[in-house]
């Protein structure tokens, strides 16, 4: 089985910053992408950033310019800049990451979220 697990949402104000982990561990023999969706209430789940296991880097249009994803393979684990935060930025953020398990098998694995809060 794998685990994916999100940390470092919480309440901030608007112009503000935060800073999203995403750690995935268990039956890994390999990850070539992972990435950071948002869900907000009333709205479907959205792409924020992906990242390839090479680097390739994938954003979704509002956070362009805000937000920065990095990696580091050997940890299996993501992260999520985000400044300049806006009220709009608010949502359920959920870590993804695509999995190839030791039995050499693909599967997606979702994190249980963090939820982010922009507020003045």
């Known amino acids: 089985q794998v685990h994916v697990v999100e940390s470092g949402g919480g309440l901030v104000e608007p112009g503000g910053s935060l800073r999203l982990s995403c750690v995935a561990s268990?039956?890994?023999?390999?990850?070539?992408?992972m990435g950071w969706y948002r869900q907000a209430p009333g709205k479907e789940r959205e792409l924020v950033a992906a990242i390839t296991s090479g680097g390739i880097t994938n954003y979704g249009d509002s956070v362009k310019g805000r937000f920065t994803i990095s990696k580091d393979n050997a940890k299996n684990t993501v992260q999520l800049q985000m400044n300049s935060l806006k009220p709009e930025d608010t949502a359920v953020y959920y870590c993804?990451?695509?999995?190839?398990?030791?039995?050499?098998?693909?599967?997606?694995?979702w994190g249980q979220g963090t939820q982010v809060t922009v507020s003045s």
């Open positions: 993804n990451a695509r999995v190839q398990q030791i039995d050499y098998n693909w599967s997606n694995f």
């Open positions: 268990g039956s890994i023999f390999r990850i070539n992408l």
